[in-house]
């Protein structure tokens, strides 16, 4: 449903974002918790706030409803704390991509902005509890997406702050469509 982006989000571990300008990079490893954190106090604000007709709407032809990157946003908050545990776990897991399907995504669009709102923040709450368990070594440690694509465990921290903040500006409809 969603239309390609055209940039390499691996590089979100060193480079700012070309389309919303947040550079994860920057954020220091014991800040990337508190950084999760906030970026799901602002979902909150979002969907609470905007008109229920605005949240379950396709601004455009294939882009998704604020829901829809709202419900993706939790789960990507989960499935990214997910992968951080395994990669300390696992020297060098290898992980698929996460992309759910258009099935999935019809799904998301029929939630509750309450609920996955409140869902939203407790996946937030779970990731910096597992980041703030980390040691310095850690950061380093190492999961492969798709066999292709390298993450630290610090970049796929800042992958999920970066996906969270990204997509909230997609869903206030701040960034054009892809």
């Known amino acids: 449903m969603a239309a390609a982006e055209g940039w390499d989000w691996v590089r979100i571990q060193a480079d700012p974002c070309p389309q919303c300008g947040q550079d994860p990079a920057r954020i220091p490893h014991d800040e990337l918790g508190a950084a999760g954190i906030d970026e799901a106090i602002a979902w909150h604000r979002f969907l609470s706030t905007a008109a229920p007709q605005v949240l379950r ?75 703030g368990g980390r040691r310095p070594g850690d950061w380093d440690r190492t999961a492969m997406r798709d066999g292709t694509d390298r993450f630290t465990l610090g970049g796929l921290a800042r992958f999920a702050v970066h996906e969270a903040h990204h997509h909230l500006l997609d869903a206030n409809g701040e960034l054009p469509a892809p």
């Open 57 to 131: 709407t396709h601004p455009a032809p294939g882009v998704y409803s604020p829901m829809e990157y709202a419900a993706h946003v939790r789960d990507m908050y989960r499935v990214f704390g997910d992968r951080i545990l395994l990669a300390v776990e696992q020297d060098n897991p290898s992980v698929p991509s996460f992309d759910p399907t258009d099935a999935e995504f019809a799904i998301y669009n029929a939630l509750d902005p309450a609920a996955v709102a409140i869902e939203i923040r407790a996946e937030a709450d779970r990731l910096a509890s597992i980041l």
